[in-house]
Nanobody
Framework: VQLQASGGGLVQAGGSLRLSCAAS????????MGWFRQAPGKEREFVVR????????YYSDSVKGRFTVSRDNAKNTVYLQMNSLKPEDTAVYYC??????????WGQGTQVTVSS
């Protein structure tokens, strides 16, 4: 599976962005998917995960109420709607697919920069 994240950019504080994670090579409809982010000089941190069906989600406290994850298994794509963005949301955002025992597929990241 190849994962391609897109949709990042520069936005002012309070603004919104929608990230996409498109998968190719095989279906991800049976995989739990996640979004992580890594700010400069910091470790990669968990943002959100979504079950294979899309019915169960789990958010980090730092984004709860502002970010919404969704998926379209017919399009083999996962989305991250980010509202009320803050400068501390600035990071490279990555998506991953849970392979269970075998670990994770990771995509290349997309840069999100929030100016104050």
């Amino acid at each position: 599976v190849q994962l391609q994240a897109s949709g990042g950019g520069l936005v002012q504080a309070g603004g919104s962005l929608r990230l996409s994670c498109a998968a190719s090579g095989r279906t991800i409809s049976t995989n739990e998917m996640g979004w992580f982010r890594q700010a400069p000089g910091k470790e990669r941190e968990f943002v959100v995960r979504i079950s294979s069906s899309g019915t169960i989600t789990y958010y980090s406290d730092s984004v709860k109420g502002r970010f919404t994850v969704s998926r379209d298994n017919a399009k083999n794509t996962v989305y991250l709607q980010m509202n009320s963005l803050k400068p501390e949301d600035t990071a490279v955002y990555y998506c991953n697919a849970d392979r269970g025992y075998y670990g994770y597929y990771w995509g290349q990241g997309t840069q999100v920069t929030v100016s104050s």
